[in-house]
C-alpha cells in the first residue's frame, strides 16, 4: 500500500529555515501524482500550503509565496518543501499528499516556529 513520511520538521526562531521531506514507497509512477504540503495550524482546519502538479504547474498560498519553495524528485518519489523566512503564523503540523486516482496523506511533522 502507498505510505508517505515526512522528516525534517522541528522548532526554530522567526527567520529561520527548515526543510521538510516526503518519501512515497507503493507508488510505481510518482511522477503522475500531483503532491503538496498542507498544514495544520493550532485550532485551525488543516490548508493548503503548497502544491506542484503532474504538469509541473506551481500553487501557493499566499502567505508563503516567495518564502517557500516546493520540489519533486520522481525518481526517488521525494517531494520537498523549503521554508525560508518562517513566522510564528508557519506554527502547525504539515502532512505531505499525493493524489492520483486517490487521497494519500503522511502522518505529519511538526513546525513550531517560536522566539
Known amino acids: 500500500q502507498v505510505q508517505l513520511v515526512e522528516t525534517g520538521g522541528g522548532e526554530v526562531r522567526p527567520g529561520g529555515s527548515l526543510r521538510l521531506s516526503c518519501e512515497a514507497s507503493?507508488?510505481?509512477?510518482?511522477?503522475?501524482?500531483?503532491t503538496g504540503w498542507y498544514r495544520r495550524a493550532p485550532g485551525k482546519q488543516r490548508e493548503l500550503v503548497a502544491r506542484?502538479?503532474?504538469?509541473?504547474?506551481?500553487d501557493y498560498d499566499d502567505n508563503v509565496r516567495g518564502r517557500f519553495t516546493i520540489a519533486r524528485d520522481n525518481p526517488n518519489n521525494i517531494v520537498y518543501l523549503e521554508m525560508n523566512d518562517l513566522k510564528p503564523e508557519d506554527t502547525g503540523v504539515y502532512y505531505c499528499?499525493?493524489?492520483?486516482?486517490?487521497?494519500?496523506w503522511g502522518q505529519g511533522t511538526q513546525v513550531t516556529v517560536s522566539s
Open positions: 507503493g507508488i510505481s509512477s510518482f511522477n503522475l501524482y500531483t
Open positions: 499528499n499525493v493524489v492520483r486516482f486517490s487521497d494519500y
Open positions: 506542484i502538479t503532474v504538469e509541473g504547474y506551481l
